[in-house]
């Protein structure tokens, strides 16, 4: 049996270091639509209101996409 080949865990495209440093879901100068971030409060309130019966394996989903989004608004030179 062959091993599967390694996928990004945002938008399960192939990892492979030629093109997925460049590949985006959205288009170059396309900004979020509104519904993405005013999302992000209801996903946090969610996660307050049940993060007693979220695995260990979501637990750390919602730490890794948290600190992706912190590190992403600390390098953010706009």
């Known amino acids: 049996m062959t091993t599967p ?4 865990p945002t938008c ?3 990892l492979t270091d030629d ?3 460049t590949h985006s879901l ?3 100068g396309e900004r979020l639509t509104p519904w993405m971030i005013q999302d992000l409060p209801r996903i946090a309130w969610i996660v307050e209101y049940r993060a007693a019966e ?3 394996e979501e637990r ?3 730490r890794d996409a948290t600190n992706r989004m912190l ?3 600390e390098h953010d030179t706009g």
């Open 5 to 8: 080949a390694p996928r990004c």
């Open 12 to 14: 399960g495209s192939l």
């Open 19 to 21: 093109t997925h440093e």
């Open 26 to 28: 959205l288009a170059p």
């Open 54 to 56: 979220l695995t260990d």
């Open 60 to 62: 750390q989903l919602v």
């Open 71 to 73: 590190r992403a608004l």
